[in-house]
Structure formats: C-alpha cells, structure tokens
C-alpha cells in the first residue's frame, strides 16, 4: 500500500526558504517518477515539480527558478527546496507517485507572509 509522509512546512516571510521533504513507500521508488503537488484554499490541487528515474526535472512556470526538486533513493524520500517565496505559494504540499492519484499523504502546510 502506497504511503507517503511529508514534512517540513512552516510559516516563513516573503523571500524565505523552506526545504521540504517526502518519506515515500509502497511502489518501487528507485523505478518512480515522484512529483510534488500544492493545494490552496479554494484552488485545485495543482502540480509543481516532478523528478524522474534519470534525475531530469520539469517545473511549473510559476516555481521555475524558484524550487528545486531532488531525491534520494537510498532514502525513498524526495525532497522540495523553495526559494524565494511568495505569499502566493502559500498552500498545502503533497508529494505522490507519478500517476497515482488514489492515495495521498497529509501534506504539509507553507504559509508565507508578505
């Protein structure tokens, strides 16, 4: 049964940092594309970042620059560095499986204050 545990949200002011991170089990992580998701009130769930097998990465616009995702397969965690935030990034983060979207973790919340 697939599960994930995110961690590392807080609340920071606008330009700070957070590093998120994503304990994952279940499915085979080394053979997984692992993604990053975020969730804010009244929003839908929307993807942000995604890491596959070959370590190549893709960003939504609004994160480019901003995040970086990596992961660490002897760990079965994948991880969030987020930079430069903005009050707008503040949302609940989700990690899952590339194209699981049955089960999910309880996220984490950021918050960023202007």
């Known amino acids: 049964q697939v599960q994930l545990v995110e961690s590392g949200g807080g609340s920071v002011q606008s330009g700070g940092s957070l590093r998120l991170s994503c304990a994952a089990s279940?499915?085979?992580?080394?053979?997984?594309?692992m993604d990053w998701y975020r969730q804010a009130p009244g929003k839908q769930r929307e993807l942000v970042a995604r890491i596959r097998i070959s370590g190549n990465t893709w960003y939504a616009e609004s994160v480019k620059d901003r995040f970086t995702i990596s992961r660490d397969n002897a760990k079965n965690t994948v991880y969030l560095q987020m930079n430069s935030l903005k009050p707008e990034d503040t949302a609940v983060y989700y990690c899952n499986f590339f194209l699981n979207s049955q089960n999910w973790g309880q996220g984490t919340q950021v918050t960023v204050s202007s």
């Open positions: 279940g499915r085979d992580f080394v053979s997984s594309t």
